[in-house]
Structure formats: structure tokens, C-alpha cells
């Protein structure tokens, strides 16, 4: 996750926090979200800043075929990791409500299961995620995205103590791939994340994935 240069501390916490990051989907498939990770929602393919969590009225009902379709893949992405904090911070039942419009099942049960495994060890996250989206791909009701995400600023926090558990800090060079759905009801979900191995380019560039 980290470049040849870290040192092997820096590694661990890369790693521990890409764990969190692809936590559902060990063997394809993550959550880089959490509590205070939450602020992180761009609105176009390539966009760098934190946004807003969209109002569920949002209109994501755009034909696959529309020029404008990768922007709104996009949107959804980049809005499932504020959704996902705010489900983090909720009960059981509110999560499931509150990330329904983000992740389509199987995978939306997989991230509710890791939320309270790791809320079992009384684990949550901290700070802030900023994706970079690099890439999206449209395939009719399909998608995938690409992301050189920033998690530099996040980590992980001991509930109790409200602490950062040390060596937990992400990378800045975070590899994600992601693949969406588009539904009946014209909203895309996620259906995967996953972290790759190999770091990204640290400034991302639209043209390159």
C-alpha cells in the first residue's frame, strides 16, 4: 500500500487501515468509511475535495448511456463513504436504512457485519478520507471506478478511550477499485471495493488509472 521508501511502522498502518478500507471484501471488496471518514463526497469523475453528503432526494436517475452518466457514478461513489460513516455512528437497523441508497446486497450486508465486528472490538475510525477519482468506467448498468485516495488523514480510534490507536494512519497513495450497479430506481450502488496492493500516483491525473 505504501511506497518502497516507508519505514516498516508506516507499512503496518498503511495496512491496517486498507484493511479497514477492504474489510468486506477480503477476498474482493472493502470499507474505507467509518465515523470521522466521513466527509469525503466529490461530485465529478476527477474531482479532489471533500463535498457533502448528497440529500437522499439527489437525482441519480441518468441513462447509462448519457454523456453525463460517469459524473453521477461518481457522485454515488464518492458519497457511499459519508453515508457509511453516518451508518457507523448509527444502531444496526438505522446503518442498514442509511446505507441502502449506497451499497446494493450482497455487498451492503457485508459491510454491516464488519461495522459491528469492529465495533465488537471496540474499534472505529477517525479523521477524514479525500477520494481522488482517476477513472470511471460506464458498461450499461454496470460501473467501475478507480481511486487514488487520500487516507492520510484517517486512522483508526479506540472507542472508549476516543484515542487514535497508534500505527493505525492510512496512506495518501491508497489504490481502491470499485464496481456499482445501477438500479430499478435509477440510483447506483456500490457491489465491491477493493484495495490494490501497488500505490497510486499521489496526484492523480484523469488520463491515467
Known amino acids: 500500500m505504501l511506497g518502497s521508501g516507508d519505514t516498516a511502522p508506516g ?11 477492504a474489510a468486506p471484501l477480503r477476498a474482493l471488496a472493502p470499507r474505507l468509511c467509518a465515523a470521522a471518514l466521513a466527509a469525503v463526497a466529490v461530485a465529478g469523475c476527477a474531482g479532489q475535495g471533500a463535498a457533502r453528503l448528497p440529500p437522499k432526494s439527489s437525482p441519480l436517475s441518468v441513462p447509462a448511456s448519457s454523456p453525463t452518466a460517469p459524473g453521477s457514478v461518481a457522485a454515488a461513489y464518492t458519497a457511499y463513504f459519508p453515508a457509511s460513516a453516518a451508518a457507523e455512528a ?6 442498514q436504512v442509511l446505507l441502502a ?16 465486528a469492529y465495533q465488537a472490538r471496540h474499534e472505529v475510525s477517525w479523521g477524514h478520507v479525500v477520494p481522488h477519482v482517476t477513472r470511471v468506467t460506464v458498461r450499461g448498468q454496470l460501473a467501475r471506478v478507480r481511486d487514488c485516495q487520500d487516507a492520510s488523514h484517517a486512522a483508526l480510534a479506540d472507542s472508549r478511550t476516543h484515542r487514535v490507536i497508534p500505527r493505525t494512519r492510512g496512506s495518501a497513495r491508497t489504490s481502491l477499485i470499485a464496481t456499482l450497479s445501477r438500479g430499478s430506481d435509477g440510483r447506483w450502488r456500490l457491489t465491491s471495493l477493493a484495495h490494490l496492493a501497488a500505490p497510486c500516483e499521489p496526484v492523480p491525473s484523469p488520463s491515467r488509472s
Open 11 to 21: 507499512l503496518a498502518a498503511g495496512r491496517q487501515v486498507a484493511a479497514r478500507i
Open 90 to 95: 448509527a444502531t444496526p437497523a438505522r446503518a
Open 101 to 116: 441508497p449506497y451499497a446494493a446486497e450482497p455487498y451492503l450486508g457485508h459491510v454491516l457485519s464488519q461495522m459491528a
